[in-house]
Structures are given as structure tokens and as C-alpha cells.
């Protein structure tokens, strides 16, 4: 196992891109269906991944790890259409929140039960850390009168769904990255294929290409650099690291939309500089 540093490194750019990414699906879903937008993201960067592995000729990995990628890229997909369905029954910020949180704590749970408990200061590191996740993904008016029980409950499922698919992509990449990128695409684009030939979107069917490439390229993207991140260190570290990316959502924001972060976002924030210090230490 290599350094701390090197893991903190990674799962940073991995929250980044994840931020990116769901800031050009968010900008796109304005003007077209988000499934669709998911959708398309998810076929055209399998395309790019099968290429890449045939063209690199990389040798298949045992069954069991392609099973892994392609059971977490399966449940992961439908995770995410429960997600968008959570935010469209209530209260979003308090929604966002819990998944967040759940997202982060159930791959920091699996952790602790397998690798053991960590030292002091990667103990602190993860406590601020599910404290800043908590805070970001919180939004103005984000006090929950308004969110129903079902809202929350669904977007407790897709945090722990999430979570899962964070501890799966692990065990997956363990028998090599890309494939476990690819195998997971397969399963993800599957699942996210039969979600819009059932749920069937009304309007936007056109103009969602581009968006959908750019987002699903940069969740590409940031899935490498998680699983690279969850095999040279902690899985805990590198999944409380990765979920803090609706910072770089809120920061992309601000610099293109000019939206104005909330003071508790700001607060969380220097929560998670925090607690990164303390994961890289």
C-alpha cells in the first residue's frame, strides 16, 4: 500500500470530474430529459472504453471481477434514475444531503469491518469529511418541511446503492481497471437503456447528445480515478474524498452561472480542505 497522499490525490480529481460531470448533466437536463442525457453518456463512453481495451489488447480478467464491475455499474444506474426521482418529490437540498452522506458511510462501514479501525488522525479525517459531505450537498431552503418520507426513503436507497457500487467498483478493478470500467459500462448502459424504454421521457429528445458525452466522459473519468484510488490505499479514505464532489459541482456553478454558494456549502468546504489534510497525512 502506497502513501495516504497518493490516495487523496486521486480521489480529489475523482470528485472533481464526478463534479464536472454532474454539472454538465445538470446544465443539459435544462434543455433535455436527464435519462436521455444519462443515457447517451453511458453508450458513448462505453464505445470509448471497448476501444480502448481491444486496442491496448488487454487480457480479460477472471469472470468474478468482471461480475463485481458489472453487478455495481447495474445497481449504480438504477440508483441514479431513483435518485432523480427522489429530487423530483421533494425538498432537494435535504434529499441530496442524506444521499450523499450515505453514499460516502456505506463503503467507511464495509471498511472498517474488513480493513480494521484506522489511525487517529484518518479517524478525524473521516468524521469531517461525512460532516462536509453533509453540509455541501445541502441547498438553500433545505429544511425538509416540505420533503415527504417517501422523497427520503428513496433517496436513502440511492445513497446506499451508491455506497455498494463505490465497494463493487473496488473489488471489480482488482482484477484490472479498464475492465472494470468497461464491465460496468456494459452493465450501467443496460440498465439505464431498459429505465427509459419503461419510464419513456416525454419532450427533450433532441439536444442531449453533447451534454451526455461530456458528462458521461468526465464520470468515466472519474470512476478511473477512484478505483486507482481505492486499490493504492483505504477504501474508506478514498470513498469519503470521492463523495465530496458537489463541491465542484457548486464551484462550476458559481464560475459559469453565477450562482452564489450558501454559507453552510462555504462552511463544508473548508470542512473538506480539513479533512483532506488529515486523509493525506
Known amino acids: 500500500m502506497v502513501s495516504s497522499g497518493a490516495t487523496a490525490g486521486l480521489s480529489l480529481l475523482s470528485a472533481a470530474t464526478w463534479g464536472g460531470s454532474d454539472f454538465a448533466g445538470g446544465w443539459g437536463a435544462r434543455r433535455a430529459?436527464?435519462?436521455?442525457?444519462?443515457a447517451s453518456g453511458q453508450v458513448v463512453s462505453l464505445a470509448a472504453l471497448l476501444c480502448i481495451c481491444l486496442a491496448l489488447r488487454l487480457p480479460v480478467p477472471a469472470t468474478k471481477y468482471l461480475v463485481y464491475a458489472g453487478i455495481g455499474g447495474f445497481e449504480g444506474a438504477f440508483a441514479l434514475a431513483i435518485f432523480y426521482r427522489a429530487l423530483a418529490m421533494g425538498a432537494m437540498g435535504l434529499t441530496a444531503a442524506l444521499t450523499g452522506l450515505l453514499t460516502a458511510l456505506v463503503p467507511v462501514v464495509f471498511d472498517l469491518l474488513h480493513a480494521g479501525w484506522?489511525?487517529?488522525f484518518t479517524t478525524a479525517g473521516l468524521a469531517l469529511g461525512l460532516s462536509a459531505i453533509w453540509m455541501i450537498s445541502q441547498s438553500q431552503g433545505a429544511s425538509g418541511s416540505g420533503t415527504p418520507a417517501r422523497a427520503l426513503l428513496l433517496g436513502a436507497c440511492a445513497g446506499t446503492g451508491f455506497g455498494a457500487q463505490l465497494i463493487l467498483f473496488k473489488m471489480g478493478a482488482e482484477g484490472g481497471v479498464l475492465w472494470a470500467l468497461?464491465?460496468?459500462?456494459?452493465?450501467?448502459?443496460?440498465?439505464?437503456l431498459l429505465t427509459v424504454a419503461i419510464a419513456r421521457p416525454k419532450g427533450g429528445w433532441s439536444g442531449f447528445w453533447l451534454a451526455g458525452i461530456i458528462s458521461g466522459s468526465l464520470d468515466a473519468v472519474g470512476n478511473l480515478f477512484y478505483m486507482l484510488a481505492s486499490q493504492k490505499g483505504r477504501l474508506d479514505v478514498a470513498a469519503v474524498i470521492c463523495s465530496m464532489y458537489p463541491a465542484g459541482t457548486i464551484v462550476l456553478a458559481g464560475l459559469i452561472l453565477r450562482e452564489r454558494p450558501t454559507r453552510k456549502q462555504l462552511a463544508g468546504m473548508?470542512?473538506?480542505l480539513a479533512a483532506v489534510a488529515l486523509l493525506s497525512a
Open 118 to 120: 484506522p489511525g487517529m
Open 270 to 272: 473548508g470542512l473538506a
Open 182 to 192: 468497461t464491465s460496468g459500462r456494459i452493465a450501467g448502459a443496460v440498465a439505464i
Open 33 to 38: 430529459s436527464s435519462l436521455l442525457i444519462t
